[in-house]
């Protein structure tokens, strides 16, 4: 089954939350325990008291993102976490978008094509990025309610902007600078998102779903990092492919 057949994230979901839910994954809480947490700390909050209200359906995405992550998805979330001790508030919403591109890809997707139209004409308007994505979605009500709410989300957490006229939305003022750690982390996100076994690398680095963010890492790091297998395609092309993917295909 396509991983592009469920929606899944459609709440809007604040950064201090996102904090949380990494907080209990950095400290070793399973699933359970930090769905748990979760439903305490969005006591008061957000409206509800049983799993199919606002606050239960929060809980659910918050700990798919952080703790019942797909299989695909667990590596990436223990890099994730091992960078979270020391990184800054910048840093921790780079890896908090990382988790979520790997392991949303309705989230992947509002993302990459909110960055295409950045970059073309400098803003959006719902109606057009959800046109955007009904190709591959389906034109349903759960889509255009998933780009509200994941678009209100990425405002809120200062990556978007409300602009004077209502109804469309601008980019930040600048991208945020993250260290070569934490970038890798970015692209793995972004081939654990793949429905193909590898990407080039100049695609990932200047992926339209990473626009918060400037990628500054060479081949040499890309290489040097255990999580990734490069090969080289026809005379000048890097491609890059999970380690995990090459030893499941059985490749060299």
Not at 209 to 222: I, N, R, S
Request: charged residues 25%; contains cysteine.
């Amino acid at each position: 089954m396509s991983r592009r057949a469920t929606i899944g994230f459609d709440r809007r979901i604040d950064l201090d939350w996102l904090d949380a839910a990494a907080a209990q994954a950095a400290a070793g809480a399973p699933p359970d325990a930090l769905r748990e947490s979760l439903w305490t700390f969005l006591d008061g909050v957000v409206s509800g008291d049983a799993s199919n209200t606002a606050r239960g359906k929060t809980v659910t995405v918050l700990n798919h993102i952080w703790g019942a992550v797909p299989p695909s998805a667990l590596d990436l979330r223990q890099r994730a976490i091992e960078r979270l001790a020391t990184c800054t508030a910048e840093e921790r919403l780079a890896l908090h978008w990382a988790m979520m591109v790997g392991t949303y890809p309705i989230f992947s997707d509002i993302a990459s094509a909110a960055g295409r139209l950045l970059k073309l004409q400098g803003r959006f308007t719902l109606a057009v990025l959800s046109r955007r994505l009904a190709d591959h979605w389906g034109a349903r009500s759960t889509l255009l309610r998933a780009v509200q709410r994941i678009v209100r989300s990425m405002v809120q957490w200062d990556v978007l902007q409300d602009t004077p006229t209502p109804g469309y939305f601008a980019g930040p003022t600048g991208p945020r600078g993250i260290d070569s750690d934490i970038g890798l982390i970015l692209i793995e996100a972004l081939l654990v998102d793949a429905e193909q076994a590898c990407l080039p690398l100049d695609q990932l680095l200047t992926h339209p779903g990473l626009f918060p963010f400037e990628l500054a890492l060479t081949v040499d790091q890309v290489r040097a990092a255990t999580q990734f297998r490069l090969y080289r395609e026809g005379l000048d092309t890097d491609m890059v492919e999970l380690d995990t993917e090459c030893k499941r295909m059985g490749c060299d």
